[in-house]
Each structure stands twice: as C-alpha cells, then as structure tokens.
C-alpha cells in the first residue's frame, strides 16, 4: 500500500495554506492509498513529522511552505537511513528551491504538476549539526534582512528583503572573513557572503548561474567592494547572471570548508535558509544527491 504524508504551513503566503490543502489532497489522494496531513503549529514541527514518516517508511512526503518549512522537512529527512520521496508545493515569500527545480510558483499549478512529476537527486547541505538545501548568508545585508517582519513580507513579498537590504548596504560596515575551502585558504573583507546550492538565491534565479541541484558541490559568492559605488555596480550583474565573474566579487565552488571571522567579530550570526543560524565559525559540505524529489517532467535541470 502507497503511503503520502502532506505537511502544511498554514501561515505561509500569507496565510493561503489551508486554501490549497484540500486541493492538494484530492489530487494526492489519486495517486496513493493513503495521504496523512499533518498542519505545522510551530517552528520544529515539519523536521519531526518528516523524521516520523521516514521512519515509517512511507513513499512520499510532500511540503507546502515556505523555505524554511521545506529546510525542516529537509533536516528531518536527512540523517534517516530510509528517505521518502519529497515533493515540494511553494508557498512563501522567495521559495529558492521551487525557483532553481522548475516548480510552478502558482501554488495549484504545482499541485496539479505532481501527476506528471518526475524525480531527480538533490544535494543538501550541512552546516555544523544542521542541514540547509538553499542559501546559508552571513555579513551585515543579511543581519538587516533578518528583521523583516511577517506583516511585511505578506505585504510586501521579495521587496521587502530588497528595502531592508539596501538600507544595510548603504552603510559601509563589513567583517573581515577567512575562508578555509576545500585545501585554500582565502580572507577577504565583506558586508556580505553566501553559500548557496542551487542558481536561485533571494529569488534571482541568475544569482550562481553555474550552480546546479545535483553538481556535489557548494557555491560561495562574497561581495568584495568596499565602496556603495562598487556594490551599486554589482545590481545589474547579478540580473543578468554575470555576478560570478565580476571584480567586485570573489566567487568558489567546494565540497567542504570553514568560515571564521577575527576574534573582534566572534558574535556574527549565520543566516541559514531564511532563518537565524549558528554564530561563526562554520562547518560546511555537500552531501552529494542526497534527496530524491519530484520536478516537473520538463525540468531543464
């Protein structure tokens, strides 16, 4: 017998999870013999229904939220000898993942793809004793971002990390950060870097136009200008998927590595997957094809 387990956010997208609920499991319930729902109440609940149903063993789990609920599914996944099948229905503000798979962003549209999906590995990783499958971020744009409130992202969406960025930007402040990745060692002064797994981040697809879901390996990208001059000039590259080759940044691809920063800066906080990570230092690699999930079966990827 086919087993579906279906975790909901219903506060995300502005609150539009129990609108979907019911459609998503009308067409779940056409293609499995049994789909449990389970409605997430507070942070940690997704990584514990996921972690129960690989234990259970069930054929599939799907996840309708927002990053940070697929990042706890992901976490309660991934140190699991037995991993279902993920499938992924966007509903939150930036949805990184869902962007770099080819998922429809229109929650029903990518319910109703789940019928024709077809699976492909996903590489996840690992940050210290946590898991990340988008973007772990760390200087001072993302310590501005992370005070977006929920009013402003259902009022705002993506513009709203934008505002509160560029505020950050203006601002002249960095760390200086030292970058121990695979067997080099770098330092390089930023207000700004990100380790992302796939091309999207922050919801510009053209971010890290090298970066694919099943490359096994990390992608590390660090704003190197000093003044907003320099920043400002960046905008138009990262539009167009040139940011990786531009002077104004220092771009890497690894498997494994340490970030640090100088002992006078010891309380910088990572931002992982949207929400608040581990402070400096980390400890970062790839888990190579590590989820099997659902994509379109016309993905480019």
């Known amino acids: 017998m086919k087993k579906a387990v279906l975790i909901v956010n219903p506060s995300s997208g502005g609150e539009k999870g ?3 609920s019911k459609l998503a499991l009308e067409t779940l319930e056409s293609l499995y013999d049994e789909v449990v729902l389970k409605e997430t109440e ?3 609940d997704a990584e514990v229904f996921a972690k129960s149903a690989a234990k259970e063993r069930v054929e599939a789990i799907f996840v309708m939220g927002g990053d940070g609920t697929v990042n ?6 991934a140190e699991e000898e037995y991993r279902p099948k993920l499938g992924i229905i ?3 503000t930036v949805n990184d993942l869902g962007r770099a798979l080819g998922i429809p962003l229109d929650p029903a549209s990518a319910i109703r793809m789940l019928a024709d999906a077809i699976t492909k590995e996903l590489d996840v990783g690992k940050v210290n004793d946590t898991y990340f499958i988008d973007v772990i971020a760390i200087g001072k744009i993302p310590e501005a971002v992370k005070n977006v409130g929920a009013d402003q992202k259902t009022r705002l969406g993506s513009l709203a990390y934008f505002i509160e960025g560029a505020k950050a930007l203006s601002d002249g402040q960095s760390y200086t950060f030292k970058l121990e990745l695979d067997d080099e060692v770098f330092e390089q002064e930023s207000s700004l870097v990100l380790i992302a797994l796939t091309n999207s981040v922050g919801g510009f697809k053209k971010m890290l136009p090298h970066a694919k879901i099943d490359d096994g390996y990390l992608h590390l990208i660090v704003l190197k200008g000093k003044t907003l001059m320099d920043k400002l000039k960046l905008v138009p590259k990262i539009v167009s998927g040139n940011a990786t080759d531009a002077n104004e940044t220092f771009y890497k691809k690894f498997k494994s590595g340490k970030l ?3 002992e006078e800066d010891n309380q910088v906080i990572s931002n992982i997957d949207g929400d ?3 402070k400096l230092p980390l400890n970062v690699q790839v888990l ?3 989820i099997t999930i659902f994509v379109p079966k016309d993905t480019k990827e």
């Open 18 to 20: 129990n609108e979907y």
């Open 42 to 44: 507070k942070g940690g």
């Open 72 to 77: 706890e599914s992901i976490s309660g996944l």
């Open 90 to 92: 966007p509903l939150g």
């Open 260 to 262: 640090s920063v100088s």
């Open 276 to 278: 608040e990570g581990d």
């Open 288 to 290: 190579p094809s590590h």
